[in-house]
């Protein structure tokens, strides 16, 4: 069992930047990928970037590419989304999750997931 619980969304404006933090209770932290999702009202569930176990490997979504950083800090059982240069097309709740597939980026290959946090770039 692991449970996920994220913070740090909020409202910015466009250009501003936000560090989303997502909390893990549970053992074996340290051997899940973790992911950051995000989700608008009336679209689908959207990949933004993933973390190996280890913290070396990342990937991020084309649309985030350059303006997000993923990190993690696996003594503190902890996974950030640093948002920089935000736009208000990133405007959504934003999901962790963590997963046992090495190069998941699917929601379905994610087996835990936090409540989620609303983060709103405001024009």
């Known amino acids: 069992q692991v449970q ?9 404006q466009a250009g501003g930047s936000l560090r989303l933090s997502c909390a893990a209770s549970g053992r074996a932290f340290n051997t899940y990928v973790m992911g950051w999702f995000r989700q608008a009202p009336g679209k689908e569930r959207e990949f933004v970037a993933r973390i190996g176990s280890s913290g070396h490997s990342t990937y991020y979504a084309d649309s985030v590419k350059g303006r997000f950083t993923i990190s993690r800090d696996n003594p503190k059982n902890t996974v950030y989304l640093q948002m920089n240069s935000l736009k208000p097309e990133d405007t959504a709740v934003y999901y962790c999750a963590a997963s046992s597939y090495y190069s998941a980026f699917r929601p379905s290959e994610y087996r835990y997931w936090g409540q989620g946090t609303q983060v709103t770039v405001s024009s």
Do not use: N
Request: glycine content about 34%; hydrophobic content about 45%; proline content about 0%.
């Open 4 to 12: 996920l619980v994220e913070s740090g969304g909020g409202l910015v």
